[in-house]
Structures are given as structure tokens and as C-alpha cells.
């Protein structure tokens, strides 16, 4: 008996070893995941054509000139989550028809585990369909997209809602598509605030640029009254389970009240001259392109049949690059990245840069 439970008192403690030993190299080797960057990488060859085949050892990843180590690598075809933003702006009234043709052609582009969300922008902003792969609910949400009832475009505001509140907590390929002329006016989300939100970010931004039929001169008045902006009252009202959006809620620099609209950024500005707002806005989209790793599209010149289908394959074929960066830096540090290959004669887009988030 004694023999028994000796052996018994044995095992016990040689489970207990066993168990702490497990626990301590366990610990030794967990990282923590709240450091990992990740940065989406699209390479391509100069005839815009996906590069695949690829390997870790093919990559080179730079922050801030100092060299990285790859941990993470991840090039499996892969389902996407994207939001499809169309501004129904006055500005766009002319060519709202050639936009929701454009965005039914998308849908039909996207694979049957793809998820899509259907928003649309003007002086507020409106989700017509949750994300889902349901095609027929989101051609549905697009054809009830309508020229918004009163002047603004919540551009800027719209981009930063898709970002940070609808595509925020999703895991994969996350991307936006904006079918707009670019105009902003009314936003409360200035540009460096959402500049600085999309540093943090891993969604890609594709805008594709629709030149206005209407002048902005002759579509909007000299200066907005205080009321731009705050959301419409009955025209859609979130009928038939529709969400909308008060662009005074839940942005940086919203006055909680809605109150005083003029001392809002992009409140209260004058009209700008309609060529120059055009070369502002068409900066302004491939600035957001190029900082999210994106492309920019501009209607006129490309074939949207086969910019669709680009920005599909690509979104299913993307690179996923992880690292932990060698140096601790403080909450809203920005950093630089660079992305090489180790190939001639290819393309390779990135975002430029990262802010680090609080841990």
C-alpha cells in the first residue's frame, strides 16, 4: 500500500514538472501579437500584370531605413471584405447612372465568399446593406442609391467611417472603393486626421474618379448654412433596415451639439473654382491611393471592366508581409516602410508608411 502511494506521489510531482516546464518555454516563445505589422503588398509587372510565385525570401522590408525581419508571410488566394462608397452627391447627378452601372459590374466580379457593403455619401452618409455575399441584396442597395436632398459631400467623412468603424474589427483583405468626382465639402474629419487614421490602417483604398456633368460652381452656394452636414430628416431615415449616418457623430473635431458648423474643418468654405477643385480632388483621391497601397482609377481613361476585375485579382492574390519592429516607439509614432523584390522589372506598391497604435 505504501508502495502505491509513493508511486502515486511520483507521478504527480513528475506531472507538475512537466506541466511548469510546458508553461515556461510556452512563455519563451509567445510574441505579442498587438506589435505585428502588417502591410499588404501588390507586385505587378510594368504591363500591370500580378507577379505570382513569389516566397519570404523574395521580400525586403524597411522601417525607417533599418532592415526587418519577415516573420509572417502570407500569399494564399483569400476571400475579400470590401465597401463599395458611391457619392450621390448634387455634384454627381449627371453621372450617378454610369456609377451604379459601374458598381453592378463589381459585384458580379466578386467570388461567392467575397462580402460587400453598399454606402452611399452626400451631405450624410448611408449603409443601404450590411457586408454580405448576398448579390442580389447588394444589387438591390445599389439601385436605391439617390442624389442626396440637400448640398455637401461628406467625402472625408465617409472614408474614415468605411476605415475605422465598418472595416476596423474584420480579419483578412479588407478594401474600399469610392466612386466619386472628389469633392469635399462639409466633412469634419480634416485631411491629416484621416491621413493619419489610414497609416494605422491595412485597408486598400481604390477611388475611381467621375468627372462631375454639373459645374461645382453651379451646384453648390457661396457658403454651406450651418445645417450641412447634420443628416437628412425623413428622406431615408433608415427604412427597410437601412443604417444612416449623422455626420456630427462619432468624428474627430464633431461638435457633440451640432452647433456652430462653421468653426467645423471643411464647414462653412467658400466655393472654389471648378477646375481647380478638379485638380484638387483628383490629388486628393491618388493621395489616398498611394498611402493605403492602392491604385487610382480615373473613368474616363480606363476601360472599368478591366479595373474591376484588377482590383479583384489583386485584392485575392495580395502579399501579406508581417514583422515586429526591432525598437519600441511611443503610441502615434509614424514611421517609413519600403518594400523590395528581388526581381527585375516589376512593380511593387505598398504603403509608404505606419503610425503605431497604444498597445
Known amino acids: 500500500m505504501r508502495k502505491i502511494c509513493g508511486w502515486f506521489v511520483l507521478i504527480l510531482l513528475v506531472a507538475a514538472g512537466s506541466s511548469v516546464r510546458s508553461q515556461v518555454d510556452t ?27 513569389l516566397t519570404k525570401s523574395n521580400f525586403r522590408v524597411f522601417q525607417d531605413g533599418v532592415e526587418q525581419s519577415v516573420e509572417i508571410f502570407n500569399n ?96 483578412g483583405r479588407k478594401a474600399l472603393i469610392l466612386l466619386t468626382d472628389g469633392a469635399d465639402f462639409g466633412s469634419s474629419v480634416s485631411r491629416s486626421q484621416l491621413f493619419d487614421l489610414l497609416t494605422e490602417s491595412d485597408t486598400v483604398v481604390y477611388p475611381i474618379f467621375y468627372e462631375s456633368a454639373m459645374r461645382v460652381r453651379d451646384s453648390f452656394p457661396r457658403r454651406f448654412p450651418d445645417q450641412v452636414g447634420m443628416g437628412r430628416i425623413g428622406r431615408r431615415g433608415g427604412i427597410g433596415g437601412r443604417q444612416r449616418r449623422f455626420p456630427s457623430d462619432n468624428f474627430p473635431g464633431r461638435n457633440p451639439n451640432r452647433q456652430n458648423r462653421r468653426n467645423l474643418p471643411g464647414a462653412g468654405v467658400n466655393r472654389p473654382n471648378s477646375e481647380i477643385q478638379q485638380q484638387l480632388s483628383i490629388a486628393f483621391l491618388e493621395e489616398l491611393s498611394e498611402k493605403t497601397g492602392g491604385r487610382f482609377f ?35 509614432t509614424e514611421h517609413k516602410i519600403k518594400v523590395q523584390v528581388d ?17
Not at 512563455?27 to 510565385?53: A, K, M, Q
Not at 440637400?150 to 467625402?155: D, E, I, R, S
Not at 522589372?345 to 497604444?358: N, P
Open 27 to 53: 512563455n519563451e516563445t509567445i510574441r505579442i501579437d498587438t506589435s505585428l505589422i502588417n502591410i499588404p503588398v501588390i507586385v505587378s509587372d510594368r504591363d500591370n500584370r500580378y507577379v505570382p510565385g
Open 76 to 171: 494564399d488566394s483569400a476571400p475579400m471584405n470590401v465597401i463599395l462608397a458611391l457619392d450621390t452627391s448634387r455634384s454627381t447627378a449627371g453621372v450617378l447612372g454610369k456609377i451604379k452601372k459601374a458598381a453592378r459590374k463589381f459585384i458580379k466580379d466578386l467570388g461567392p465568399e467575397d462580402r460587400c457593403m453598399i454606402v452611399t455619401f452626400d451631405n450624410d452618409i448611408e449603409i443601404l446593406s450590411g457586408l454580405t455575399s448576398n448579390k442580389k441584396d447588394l444589387e438591390s442597395a445599389i439601385k436605391n442609391a439617390t442624389i442626396g436632398a440637400q448640398f455637401g459631400t461628406v467625402l472625408r467623412d465617409a472614408v474614415y467611417d468605411a476605415v475605422q468603424r465598418q472595416l476596423r474589427g474584420e480579419k
Open 343 to 359: 526581381r527585375p522589372g516589376i512593380v511593387v506598391r505598398a504603403k509608404s508608411r505606419y503610425r503605431t497604435q497604444a498597445q
Open 298 to 332: 480615373r473613368e474616363q481613361k480606363a476601360d472599368l471592366g478591366d479595373a474591376f476585375q484588377q482590383i479583384v485579382d489583386e485584392m485575392k492574390r495580395q502579399y501579406v508581409l508581417g514583422f515586429y519592429p526591432l525598437s519600441d516607439s511611443p503610441a502615434g
